[in-house]
């Protein structure tokens, strides 16, 4: 069932990122850097799969449940997994890190930990840093959402409602669509 689960996961983030639009920031962080420790917040964790990371790269994950779909996960994007956390079986996932990085790979960490608080770094990253002389190279996931209308245009529609709603076309009874008229935006209502 987890390697189902797992493989469902996989499909899902591909089919997440065929829908985006990806502009990598400061990429050349990673590709001067031979080797590095790849670090990230917990909540960037779903798309990070889809950054510029080299492989071998190895990701410490959890190990519950959650963690062994995760790492099916990763395992279908050609990453290596270090099972353990700052809660349980960190010593073991910290050795199995370590014997990475004398074999030459890289590795991926989400310094927050699983338990929180969030975006707040925990010493295991550090301490893998100092230990083995990597460079910690960040990593950072932004999205916004798209407009409608070209940049400085400005639009609105005549058909507004007071109750709150998130369709408004319902409360008032009208479909508004947007037309050009002379490079301006306007709202046309049937």
């Keep these: 069932m987890i390697n189902v689960l797992s493989f469902l996961g996989y499909l899902f983030l591909r089919a997440l990122h065929a829908t985006l639009r990806v502009r990598h920031v400061n990429v050349e962080n990673l590709d001067r850097t031979p080797r590095y420790i790849l670090a990230f917040w917990h909540r960037h ?4 799969l889809h950054a510029k990371w080299r492989k071998p790269t190895v990701a410490i994950i959890s190990r519950s449940k959650d963690g062994e779909i995760v790492s099916g996960v990763l395992r279908h994007y050609g ?22 990085i004398q074999a030459g790979k890289n590795i991926a960490f989400t310094p ?11 010493d295991g990253v550090i301490y893998v840093a100092k230990v083995s002389g990597l460079p910690i190279v960040p990593f ?27 369709s408004t076309a319902r409360r008032c009874s009208c479909r508004a669509t947007a037309t050009r008229k002379s490079g301006a935006c306007a709202w046309k209502t049937r």
């Design 45 to 48: 964790i779903l798309l990070s």
């Design 79 to 100: 990453a290596e997994t270090a099972r353990g956390s700052s809660t349980r079986g960190g010593d073991v996932a910290l050795r199995e890190i370590l014997r990475a």
């Design 112 to 122: 927050d930990g699983p338990k929180g608080p969030s975006q707040v770094v925990k």
């Design 140 to 166: 950072a996931f932004a999205a916004k959402k798209k407009s409608c209308c070209a940049r400085g245009i400005g639009c609105s529609s005549r058909c507004r409602s007071r109750a709150r709603s998130i």
